[in-house]
């Protein structure tokens, strides 16, 4: 016996003393002061306690689709001109392409073309005009594939913005939640997000008519873009309009890297490395068209549209402009994480201010805490010296709970406190159970042994499976919920496990230790 509760105390107090170092650096401003062997995770606040932004963005999953069936027609176009096929017009719209050729009699050699290139599409239409149409597998395989790249794509953007603690989750089939707790400048947040960075270099068509182009006639290869210049002193936006070729040169997804510079007079730009394939390809286009103009285009809007002096080699390039370094940085960081598959937009944008959360926090500290001590004097009046032992395991499950929190980085959310308070609850419920059984026990004449023994082993099962229930039902809100959910689920878990631990194995403990060591004549219960 002696041995038995030895053991027990051991594995006891290594469970005391393994959470109290997990939950001491929550609770100390400075950590630094701390001896080194406290881990370095913390209890991390969650968006409605600590401030931040809520967004529910929504992907344009069809304008992914019909990025992929231009950039099919484009290609087709360079096909046909291969095969010397003559046609009017390759126009693609939303998941069609329609090809209207010249000869008539080109048809079948149109048909053999798309039936050997092009295996995603299905021939709609066989007279002429020829209409091929994406097959409904491979769409609904780019929706799905343009969300998980935006999502993908948005959390590294933020995690280069610096927020900490950050949750990015797909919310239904299109949708993505963004949750960033602390930001500062939510405006700021938003755009670094939702902004395309669709990157493109084109050659500036310098034999175009400005004016017959703003009339909208324009060749089928050219298109109408502005560059935008901003005057450094008054601010004043000028817009520039200016033709370029349609077919991009280089595009996004060959920029590896970005960052901020600063010219001789301290203005910010951007420079950028591309992959071996851009760089190839920019060498040998910049080697070819010297003497000619490059824009460079952010999001349709050009930047700045330098004269090309020499081959420029090793793919390495510049965005200059009339940048803030804020907006450098920015760029930056939206270039190095590439660009969105489609467009974003913002569904839903909340903003909670940081003294909301610390009045939650006030209001939810104080809660607990009063729920706590009513719960702490209502025991001890009703069960005397028990109650007081049921106090004890009370605390050690609060503290089990936030080393718990700390030791998994888990985030503690306003309902997160809700299912601490409805730990605390919990956990006294568990040796009511147990408290009432030893009554019984000791009202029909067993000695105290005996009773504790048997009100234990009788009340062990109930609370197991009380317990377990409530188990899965957390475990399911955890798996299907978002945000707060999980937040409540895994407070809510945590506290389960730790009050079965400290209501049936310490609680037993301390019983077993009291009647070795004192062998009372009556029990206080």
């Keep these: 016996m002696q041995k038995n509760i030895l053991t027990r105390l051991i594995i006891i107090a290594a469970v005391f003393v393994l959470f109290v170092v ?82 008539p009699l080109d048809k079948g050699k149109l048909l053999e073309l798309v039936e050997r290139n092009y295996p995603h599409y299905r021939i709609v239409k066989e007279t002429l005009p020829v209409a091929i149409k994406l097959n409904k597998e491979t769409g609904e395989k780019i929706r799905s594939s343009a969300v998980e790249q935006a999502l993908s794509i948005i959390r590294n953007r933020v995690d280069q913005f610096g927020v900490a603690e950050p949750t990015i989750v797909k919310y239904g089939k299109d949708n993505i939640v963004v949750e960033l707790p602390g930001i500062k400048d939510p405006a700021r947040a938003v755009r670094l997000i939702g902004k395309m960075a669709r990157l493109e270099l ?44 349609r077919d991009t040169v280089i595009s996004g997804d060959m920029v590896k890297n970005a960052r901020v510079a600063f010219s001789q007079l301290n203005q910010p730009y951007v420079t950028f490395d591309l992959n071996p394939e851009g760089a190839r390809i920019f060498a040998q286009f910049t080697g070819s068209h010297v003497g000619k103009r490059l824009a460079i285009v952010l999001d349709n809007i050009i930047y700045s549209a330098p004269v090309i002096r020499e081959r420029i080699g090793g793919g390495r390039g510049q965005i200059t402009g009339s940048f803030t370094t804020k907006e450098a940085h920015d760029l930056a960081i939206v270039l190095r994480s590439g660009s969105l598959p489609a467009p974003v937009k913002v569904l839903e944008n909340i903003t909670v201010g940081p003294s909301l959360g610390e009045d939650s926090i006030k209001k939810g500290a104080m809660s607990a805490f009063v729920g706590a001590t009513l719960v702490v004097l209502f025991m001890i009046f009703y069960y005397g010296a028990s109650g007081l032992l049921a106090d004890f395991a009370l605390l050690l499950n609060i503290i089990i709970i936030f080393g718990a929190l700390a030791m998994f980085g888990a985030t503690l959310t306003l309902p997160g406190l809700a299912g601490i308070a409805l730990t605390i609850g919990m956990a006294v419920d568990a040796n009511v159970l147990i408290f009432e059984r030893i009554r019984e026990e000791l009202r029909i004449g067993r000695a105290i042994r005996d009773a504790i023994n048997t009100g234990y082993k009788r009340a062990t099962l109930t609370i197991f499976d009380a317990n377990i229930t409530t188990l899965i039902t957390t475990l399911v809100l955890y798996q299907f919920g978002t945000g707060p959910i999980r937040g409540f689920a895994v407070t809510l878990s945590i506290g389960i496990i730790a009050n079965m631990f400290t209501a049936i194995v310490v609680t037993k403990f301390i019983y077993d230790l009291v009647l070795v060591k004192f062998s009372p004549k009556k029990l206080s219960i």
């Design 202 to 245: 084109k050659l500036v068509d310098e034999k175009a008519d400005i004016t017959e182009a703003l009339q909208g006639n324009l060749p089928e290869d050219d298109e109408l873009l502005y560059q935008i210049k901003r005057d450094p002193y008054t601010g004043e936006i000028e817009k520039i309009p200016m033709v370029v070729k």
């Design 22 to 103: 997990y939950a001491i650096p929550t609770f100390v401003k400075n950590r630094d002061a701390l001896p080194s062997f406290f881990p370095d995770k913390v209890v991390h606040l969650g968006l409605d306690l600590k401030g931040g932004m809520h967004l529910v963005l929504g992907v344009d999953t069809e304008k992914a689709v019909e990025t992929i069936v231009e950039r099919a027609a484009h290609q087709l176009r360079i096909q046909l001109d291969e095969e010397k096929i003559a046609y009017n017009e390759v126009t693609p719209k939303k998941d069609k392409i329609s090809i209207s050729l010249i000869d």
